[in-house]
DNA sequence: CTAGAACCTCAAGCTAACTTGAGGTCAAGC
DNA sequence: GCTTGACCTCAAGTTAGCTTGAGGTTCTAG
């Protein structure tokens, strides 16, 4: 039973549970491809519900959409990922999950190390100066305990 | 020897090392107030260096400049916050911390599961619907892995 | 053949947390 | 008297990740 092989933007709408217009940006984004009907509407192959998934999920874990598109550059062109591609990528979000973690917990045991003594002091507080230069100059805006592009770039 | 009691903003861009335009803008939102001179400059209380010194502790502990707000709105008025009161918003924080700490640590847990399974099946994946109704809906950026917010509204 | 749903393309808006810039004031030093 | 530096206000720009809206086309059902 040979069942339609594209799928319009709405139906991987329905199929992702993504909104339409975050199908088009992702497109314009680059993370997703479509070709164009007849009368110039989007085309999507099947495989594009799996590629969109993991740009969801991607995203829960904690990657912006320049890091999921480099996580997506990582596949081979013009087949599906195998689960060996799967379990490369995953192994390096699950590197990047783990850093924020620690560093979420060292903050916190400054905290506890700081609760009590109630000093605010500039100079001497720990919690005040953790030894990070990734204060991140510049615009835009601030994130959870400094830049969220460092656990990728590095890891 | 009676040093000058008030600050300018440069003095006190100085001593907390943030920007003067990061001192007007917080003025704006109302977490530091200033009185001003004779010339319409704006002269700080020295109290102030500890006011915006926790500014950008609780920032980096991940609290928004909302949360910083409604922190600071809970120390009393018009005298210097005590030990007590100190101890007892970090308490909050840790809660906060902790709470975001377990989040992560069991999306990774989720990971690990998944590593190996490669299924990225929308409606088997325990990765793509950790049962959170904390999908924001409507604008502005999203963060990670959900609602910044929500920890501290309820914690 | 026509109504309505679904699609198209821009452009602009939203939030957070600031920065940058234009255009002007004020005080001190030479 | 004039420059220099610190200060002032207000408007607009920045990034991320989309949404919303205006204005127009295409597809499908009756």
Known sequence: MPQAPLL????????????????RFYEARGLVTAIRSSGNQRRFLRA???????????????????EVSAELATLPQKRAPTRQDWQKMSARIRGALQQRIGMLERTRDLLDGCIGCGCLSLDRCALYNPGDRAARAGTGPRFLLGD???DFEEG
């Open 48 to 66: 594009d519900i799996r590629r969109l998934s993991f740009v969801l999920i991607a995203q829960r874990l904690g990657l912006t959409l320049a």
């Open 148 to 150: 969220r592009a460092k």
């Open 8 to 23: 319009s933007i709405g139906e991987l709408s329905r199929r992702t549970g993504m909104s339409v217009s975050a199908i």
